[in-house]
């Protein structure tokens, strides 16, 4: 994410309703955040999943100090009993999801962050969602906040439907498929769109 101000310049020269967008928020202020192991990332996602900020961090931190030094690992989630991760917050599919994501790190099967460097992003997609609880949004996520990854487009979230929906004044929700279309144009930097798209909901925008 180290090329905004090009990805910036290359929106506003591909889409006037982007270009609208970047004069209501600003400066692009996507960032990648890659403390921890991947193991750790989708461990905090799964917890995440369906839940405000609010309660998720507060469950997140309950699992984590059930830990040494808090840093959650395979070995030990493994050997915390389901009433124990109830005892948390998390609900049965979440405990069985994390469980999941801890036998793919110890079998080896869940690729070190060096590793996910050197793979395409549909093989991340592939190879994560064979995690239980781990989905194509999940991994969108990981490859933008994570990797970094700068043309990542995740045309079924819903928050990139509705800035999408109202930067074009749409009377509906658009479908993905008109999504995935109109980012055509936003390659390579679709990433930096979809964060616009996000913010877009938070602006009043100026008139056409």
Not at 11 to 29: F, H, Q, S, T
Not at 98 to 104: E, G, K, S, T, Y
Not at 117 to 139: F, H, K, P, Q, Y
Request: glycine share 8%; with cysteine.
């Amino acid at each position: 994410m180290t090329d905004l101000v090009n990805a910036q310049q290359h929106l506003v020269a591909v889409d006037r309703g982007l270009a609208r967008v970047i004069k209501a928020v600003g400066i692009c202020g996507l960032e990648s955040r890659d403390r921890g192991t991947v193991f750790e990332y989708l461990a905090r996602s799964i917890v995440y999943q369906q839940l405000s900020g609010k309660a998720a961090a507060t469950i997140h931190a309950r699992l984590a100090d059930l830990f040494p030094r808090r840093r959650i690992d395979s070995k030990r989630l493994l050997d915390l009993s389901s009433t124990t991760l109830r005892s948390a917050g998390l609900s049965r599919s979440k405990g069985l999801a994390l469980a999941d994501l801890a036998r793919h790190d110890l079998a080896g099967a869940l690729p070190s962050r060096r590793r996910l460097n050197a793979m395409s992003d549909a093989e991340i997609v592939e190879c994560l969602t064979e995690v239980r609880g781990v989905g194509e949004w999940t991994v969108q996520m990981l490859l933008i906040f994570y990797l970094g990854r700068p043309d990542v487009l995740p045309i079924r979230d819903l928050g990139v439907l509705k800035g999408y929906q109202k930067m074009r004044g749409l009377a509906e929700l658009p479908p993905p498929a008109r999504l995935e279309r109109a980012g055509l144009r936003w390659r390579p930097f679709r990433s930096a769109a979809t964060w616009y798209l996000w913010r877009c909901l938070e602006v009043n925008l100026p008139r056409r």
